[in-house]
T-cell receptor, first 115, second 113 residues
Framework: AQSVTQLDSQVPVFEEAPVELRCNYS??????LFWYVQYPNQGLQLLLK??????LVKGINGFEAEFNKSQTSFHLRKPSVHISDTAEYFC?????????????FGQGTILTVHP | SQTIHQWPATLVQPVGSPLSLECTVE??????LYWYRQAAGRGLQLLFY??????ISSEVPQNLSASRPQDRQFILSSKKLLLSDSGFYLC????????????FGNGTRLTVT
């Protein structure tokens, strides 16, 4: 079975500073990787996904993530955050050729951007 | 474009009462459908998924059930709610390719009192 660990439960940062949200996964087979964002009392919105190809993936709202197979990581980064980036972020994994769309989620990281 | 509707947005129910949460998807056919539950500080837990009408799989034993009466309709039910059923329930859909991302509804906040 696969698992996802988000190494930080909360990340405070000042506006316009860079940020990195860390995600590590465990799986005995190849995986697909996703980052989602959740604003208060809303559903999850897809930020970006890694399916294959280039290990650097760009998503919406200026976020990007890098897939590192040797370190089994998929860290999310943004060079300059805004107040509006304050939200909870979830890393998720699905197993290659596994049942459709069955994602395993991490516990989430709450990003708080201070002015 | 595809949209997903989930209702109600909030619900307060007494222990022992029944539950019915509804989710519909528009703009696509034969979607895979999912129910997730999000408890405070515990991430997301997959409850049910469905790859077609009358094809529903349960991931976690509990007093909840799911049904798919139409291709794009997914219902989460309970005959008798428990306090532990409180949480944020999210419906989602995905396309057929196995690497399709999930698209979530806005969720239902259920409080069992």
């Amino acid at each position: 079975a696969q698992s996802v660990t988000q190494l930080d439960s909360q990340v405070p940062v000042f506006e316009e500073a860079p940020v990195e949200l860390r995600c590590n996964y465990s799986s005995s087979v190849s995986v697909y990787l996703f980052w989602y964002v959740q604003y208060p009392n809303q559903g999850l919105q897809l930020l970006l996904k890694y399916l294959s190809g280039s290990t650097l993936v760009k998503g919406i709202n200026g976020f990007e993530a890098e897939f590192n197979k040797s370190q089994t990581s998929f860290h999310l980064r943004k060079p300059s955050v805004h107040i509006s980036d304050t939200a909870e972020y979830f890393c998720a994994v699905s197993v290659f050729l596994a049942s459709y769309g069955k994602l395993t989620f991490g516990q989430g990281t709450i990003l708080t951007v201070h002015p | 474009s595809q949209t997903i509707h989930q209702w109600p947005a909030t619900l307060v129910q007494p222990v022992g009462s029944p539950l019915s949460l509804e989710c519909t998807v528009e703009g696509t056919s034969n979607p895979n459908l999912y129910w997730y539950r999000q408890a405070a500080g515990r991430g997301l837990q997959l409850l049910f998924y469905s790859i077609g009408i009358d094809q529903i799989s349960s991931e976690v034993p509990q007093n909840l059930s799911a049904s798919r009466p139409q291709d794009r309709q997914f219902i989460l039910s309970s005959k008798k709610l428990l306090l532990s059923d409180s949480g944020f329930y999210l419906c989602a859909w995905s396309g057929r390719p196995y690497n399709s991302p999930l698209h979530f509804g806005n969720g239902t906040r259920l409080t069992v009192t």
